[in-house]
């Protein structure tokens, strides 16, 4: 419960970031409904895609009270986008930890790996831009890097504390997260592109907002807890 708890608030904080990006895009900002159905996304058990699909009927609903038309169907999108986003990633975290928590380490542990060679062989070497359209600091070299470190920190950490994950399975489930985390950084450069802000808040003094660390991982752990349920290694 405790660990829930302190997932809840930081789901929270997430999507609180997350509306103030929708809002700089001139959409119609995620108000109190999201955060509570969010919140029902990370805590009721059982089969999701009902409840997504529920979710999705109110968004649009709420859609008839806007002013504008023009703008209903674009904010019940981001509303319900920013529900799965924020809350059904972090659903998925609370399902990989109930498997095991190393399954949770490994997938935040992935991509701070990953993360910190793309920043110093990237610095260092990086001559080939990634994406200078979003994010010009990025370099193939880093990201090559982040892949490389990234299978390497995976495949031992999963061999020591895992040990029933076979290596080739490591490799791939590795391979995965890090591509996964490097697109989520991507796509939250994008939003905030869009938006015309730097960082997504001011929470963490010096690195930006909440969602600026955990980006990586909201991309990486649902596509980790698909690559085990679809393997069996998981419910």
């Known amino acids: 419960w405790l660990f829930l708890l302190v997932t809840a608030v ?10 103030s990006i929708v809002e700089g895009h001139k959409i119609e900002r995620p108000g109190p409904v999201g955060y509570a159905a969010g919140l029902v996304v990370l805590v009721v058990p059982g089969n999701e895609l009902p409840l997504v699909a529920l979710l999705a009927v109110v968004a649009l609903g709420l859609m008839l009270r806007s002013a504008d038309p023009a703008k209903g169907l674009p904010g019940a999108a981001a509303l319900l986008l920013g529900i799965v986003y924020v809350f059904g990633t972090w659903r998925a975290g609370v399902t990989l930890r109930a498997a095991s928590p190393y399954w949770l380490f490994f997938v935040l542990a992935l991509n701070w790996a990953g993360d910190t060679a793309a920043y110093y062989v990237g610095s260092a070497v990086g ?5 200078p359209r979003l994010s010009p600091a990025k370099s193939w070299e880093g990201s090559i890097a982040s892949v490389v470190a990234s299978l390497i920190f995976g495949f031992f950490y999963l061999g020591w504390l895992l040990p029933e ?3 080739a399975l490591r490799l791939v489930l590795s391979g995965a997260g890090n591509v996964a985390g490097q697109l989520g950084d991507l796509a939250e450069s994008l939003m905030k592109r869009g938006a015309g802000v730097k960082d997504s808040g001011a929470l963490l003094p010096g690195h930006g907002g909440l969602l600026d660390r955990v980006d990586s991982s909201l991309f990486a ?9 679809l393997l069996g290694r998981i419910r």
């Open 127 to 131: 001559r080939h831009k990634l994406a």
């Open 165 to 167: 994950v076979p290596p």
């Open 10 to 19: 930081v789901a929270l904080l997430c999507f609180r970031e997350y509306a």
């Open 221 to 229: 752990m649902p596509v980790i807890y698909f690559l085990l349920a």
